[in-house]
T-cell receptor, first 112, second 115 residues
Framework: QQQVKQSPQSLIVQKGGISIINCAYE??????FPWYQQFPGKGPALLIA?????SEKKEGRFTISFNKSAKQFSLHIMDSQPGDSATYFC???????????FGSGTRLLVRP | DTGVSQDPRHKITKRGQNVTFRCDPI?????LYWYRQTLGQGPEFLTY????????KSRLLSDRFSAERPKGSFSTLEIQRTEQGDSAMYLC?????????????FGEGSRLTVL
């Protein structure tokens, strides 16, 4: 999915640490910027999302930071827990079809 | 259970055979999406429906692939003359029309292995 570049590919964090995942996009037709979480054997599930008129959104331990001019947004997981170990995808939404364009994913491992 | 359900969960087939996957979306969800996910990659969009109308198809969807949503409820994805490169997880998702949250609700997927 060339339109969306996600980094890093994998991340190892100690319990209690901060996990940061970044996403860069090119298409200006994106109108909504979610992060999805996927556990092995399951479908992706919405974690948190932000609209482009807001620069930051926080829900519990999860925060999205959005930089419209740089076409980047990031996910911060505070106080990371072993239960957060999963694959995370940025998946900006196309404004016409509402389809999501997924990044390649970040595999997060939180060590106890 | 009010989530998106997919059937079968696993399918092993020989190259050249046809396979069909079924998706039952959350009731009252007008939009239905099919994605394909290969190991270590993000889901790739294949096609989507608004009610029974198929509104967009990705170039990934070759002539061997066909999707239907006959009555605007469940959907099927058929792959004819399967190839080894078709091995993947096929994910279905649904959402209500006009959803401002942008959330797609995904099923657990149908994993296809082509021998």
């Amino acid at each position: 999915q060339q339109q969306v570049k996600q980094s890093p590919q994998s991340l190892i964090v100690q319990k209690g640490g901060i996990s940061i995942i970044n996403c860069a996009y090119e298409n200006t037709a994106f109108d909504y910027f979610p992060w999805y979480q996927q556990f092995p054997g399951k479908g992706p599930a919405l974690l948190i999302a932000i609209r482009p008129d807001v620069s930051e959104k926080k829900e519990g331990r999860f925060t999205i930071s959005f930089n419209k001019s740089a076409k980047q947004f990031s996910l911060h997981i505070m106080d990371s827990q072993p239960g957060d170990s999963a694959t995370y995808f940025c998946a900006p939404r196309m404004d016409s079809s509402y389809k999501l364009i997924f990044g390649s994913g970040t595999r997060l491992l939180v060590r106890p | 259970d009010t989530g998106v359900s997919q059937d079968p969960r696993h399918k092993i087939t020989k190259r050249g055979q046809n396979v069909t996957f079924r998706c039952d979306p959350i009731s009252e969800h007008n939009r239905l999406y099919w994605y394909r996910q290969t190991l270590g990659q993000g889901p790739e969009f294949l096609t989507y429906f608004q009610n029974e109308a198929q509104l967009e198809k990705s170039r990934l969807l070759s002539d061997r692939f066909s999707a239907e949503r006959p009555k605007g409820s469940f959907s099927t994805l058929e792959i004819q003359r399967t190839e080894q490169g078709d091995s993947a997880m096929y994910l279905c998702a649904s959402s209500p029309t006009g959803a401002n949250t942008g959330e797609l609700f995904f099923g657990e997927g149908s994993r296809l292995t082509v021998l």
